[in-house]
């Protein structure tokens, strides 16, 4: 094992935590999902950037189980809305809002734009096992499609389609999206970077 494992994965969605598993597999890494760990904790994603919320969740998590600790925020980013909702994505309609509300709203606004260029935006933080941060990015365009199409993958995948592709995120295989996807840009930095730690290691 790594010095990094057990990992405790910072996020209640389990949506995410597949993604995650499937993800980071092949590495040798106990992950902890954090709902399995512990259910008590609260973090309140009130950062002002997608960084700033994935570091407070990472460190929150670290900090209670004094394990290595790994979240992510993601915000989709609409060319219309200034770049809105971004941070704000998970709550887009309301503190309260289920990922449908959220969904509903955003093609209310949309309804009749015909600008509808969109990008997801992940934001991966890892605190080590020492409490040193390290964040990596990942990104995917695409666009709003005009309405939902398909029934997997989770949040506002019905509505996005990446570019280069005729379906929405929730259309497609899960393998598939996850070859494309935000979050894997992010998480294959994070592989390239672990990577690194373990020829360190065999030195």
């Known amino acids: 094992m790594t010095a990094l494992s057990p990992l405790v994965l910072a996020t209640g969605n389990t949506g995410k935590v597949d993604e995650l598993r499937a993800l980071l597999v092949g590495l040798d890494l106990t992950l902890l999902p954090a709902n399995e760990l512990d259910r008590s904790l609260t ?50 309609a309301g503190a309260d809002a289920t990922p449908e509300d959220n969904k509903q709203k955003l093609l209310r606004v949309m309804d009749g734009v015909s600008d509808r ?42 509505i996005f389609r990446p570019d280069g592709y005729d379906q929405t995120f929730a259309e497609m295989p899960a393998e598939a999206k996850n070859e494309i ?23």
Do not use: M, W
Request: proline letters at 3%; a negative charge.
């Open 43 to 92: 973090v309140v994603e009130d950062a002002d950037t997608l960084a700033g919320n994935a570091q407070k969740k990472a460190r929150a998590y670290h900090e209670h189980t004094g394990r290595a600790a790994l979240a992510d925020d993601t915000g989709l980013e609409v060319a219309a809305l200034d770049g809105g909702p971004g941070v704000h994505t998970a709550r887009f």
């Open 117 to 158: 260029r969109a990008r997801f935006r992940t934001v991966v933080a890892l605190i080590d096992a020492d409490g040193a941060t390290h964040t990596f990015e990942g990104r995917c365009e695409g666009t709003i499609a005009a309405a939902p199409h398909g029934d997997g993958g989770f949040g506002y995948d019905p």
């Open 181 to 203: 996807s935000h979050r894997r840009k992010a998480l294959d930095a994070l592989r390239a970077f672990l990577s690194s730690l373990e020829s360190d290691t065999d030195r």
